[in-house]
């Protein structure tokens, strides 16, 4: 039936027949069906249908064991009837089909005679065309036979007693909505989304639906067609194969994280050399809107506050609350979504376990945002929970400054902005103007001073999350610190080891004005950092 194609049927088989003749059968694998089979046909010990493998020429037939009366006598209407089945035609070459297969009623079971390629194992070269063969077959065909008179090569046909359809349709349009299911995907069905759907839901991706793109790919809104749930499709490119199944396998296992500050992953959708991923929609966007190049709609103290404390919540359980520790990597506003009650949720959680897939062991690959990046994180490429801590200190630190971490524009580095102030006895000062002197300056003061020490460049001088957020809480009051009692023990910015040329060198052409002054600190206070933090 199929020329070096492997055909695999699985997961459901089913068939109802109306009026007086009351059947219906739903197989859901194949291993205790009693098909009658022949030719290459096999069950697979998995319990796949297999009708042919990779040898020319040859083809295979499945029928079920016992016969089913379409008409109760020869002047009777025929019984309707529906039939739904799944299956995978695998070509050897990707660029060259087999003949296709067919779905077919006949009067006995097996077709003897009956030959494979263009005739798709229906009839032989004597009987094709005889009124008196009875059968009347459904091909999925995929092969061009101009003998044949087929329409093109991706078709299907209805054959009555002759392998020529005297009905064709072409299901061309069908092929950009194509994809490829492997087996060790079976386990995840609930997980993964169709790719058919996901382009109805974005309007087939128009950029009036674009909500942004970043180093991860395009984000999407869309609606699923079914239950018109408004999801974000972030559409992620991964053109290696390799690490595709373990990457999925962890994208579903994080598909089970579930925290109030944590950005839902529904699911996922693979095409080709794409990922696609789907979360819950987030009606307000990111933070950082709402805190740069002057907004429209500011966040005032209290939301501010209330968003900061969901995150470090969020992070908290990824890191000691989960079954597992998930190390979030690249913590920063553009990352933090805000739902309808301005809540805020910490999204692209282990997304960057992306780039760990799929690449030479023995390359270090930092993956973050300068500015967010501890220093031995960016000496050896490796991510914990403490590099995630440091992340966090610059995030506190930009929501309550209004301010980015680096800032090319003003030559300015954050931290070192933030120590002075608090150097100088001011810092208060260091807050967001677009407050004015609505903010509460306990709070202000607990959120830079807790910045700065998960800021230190020792990891082990760090707070943990959980002490974070004591101190956040108010639960655990912040060690009473003053700029004196700080080292020289260097900013991230302050030394150039820990950085890879490449890195350097990105850096450096974005932000030249900034680069001279971050490397050129050997004494000043942003060498310093808290030395007794904890």
Known sequence: MLFRIVLMVRVLVSLAIAASQDLNFTFSGFRSTNLSLDGLAELTSNGLLRLTNKTYNRMGHAFYPNPVTFKNSINSTAFTFSTTFVFAIIPEYARFGGHGIAFVIAPTRGLPGALPNQNLGLFSNTNNGNQTNHVVAVELDT???????????????????????????????????????????????????????????????????????????????????????????????????????????????????????????????????????????????????????????????????????????????????????????????????????????????????????????????????????????????????????????????????????IQPTEDIILVDWVFSRWLGGEILEARDPNLGTEYIAEEMELVLKLGLMCSHSEPAARPSMRQVVQFLEGDVRLPDISPLRLSTSGLTFSHREGFDDFAIDDFANSYPSSMDKAFAHSSSVAESLLSGGR
Not at 225 to 245: D, F, L, N, W
Not at 253 to 266: E, M, Q, T, W
Request: proline share 3%; charged share 25%; aromatic share 10%.
């Open 143 to 405: 092969i061009y036979s101009t003998g044949f008179n087929d329409i093109d090569d991706n078709h299907v046909g209805i054959d009555i007693n002759v392998a020529v359809s005297s009905i064709s349709y072409s299901i061309r349009r069908t092929r950009k909505f194509a994809e490829v299911l492997e087996d060790w995907e079976l386990d995840y069905g609930p997980h993964r989304f169709k790719f058919k759907d996901l382009y109805t839901a974005t309007k087939g991706f128009r950029d009036e639906e674009l909500l942004g793109s970043g180093g991860f790919g395009r984000v999407y809104k869309g609606v699923l067609p079914t239950s018109k749930i408004q999801i974000a499709v972030k559409r992620v490119s991964h053109e290696s194969r390799q690490g595709m199944r373990e990457f999925v396998a962890e994208i579903v296992s994080i598909g089970r994280l579930r925290h109030r500050n944590l950005v839902p992953l529904l699911g996922y959708c693979r095409r080709k050399g794409e990922l696609l991923l789907v979360y819950d929609y987030m009606p307000n966007g990111s933070l950082d809107k709402y805190l740069y190049d002057q907004p429209t709609v500011a966040l005032n103290w209290s939301q501010r506050f209330r968003v900061i404390k969901g995150v470090a919540s969020g992070l908290l359980y990824l890191h000691e609350e989960w079954e597992q520790v998930v190390v979030h990597r690249d913590v920063k506003a553009s990352n933090v979504l805000l739902d309808g009650e301005l809540n805020g949720r910490l999204g692209d959680f282990g997304l960057a376990r992306l780039y760990d897939h799929g690449t030479d062991p023995q390359t270090t690959h930092v993956v973050g945002t300068l500015g967010y990046l501890a220093p031995e994180h960016a000496r050896t490429g490796k991510a914990t929970t403490s590099t995630d801590v440091f992340a966090f200190g610059a995030f506190l630190l930009e929501v309550a400054s209004g301010r980015r971490p």
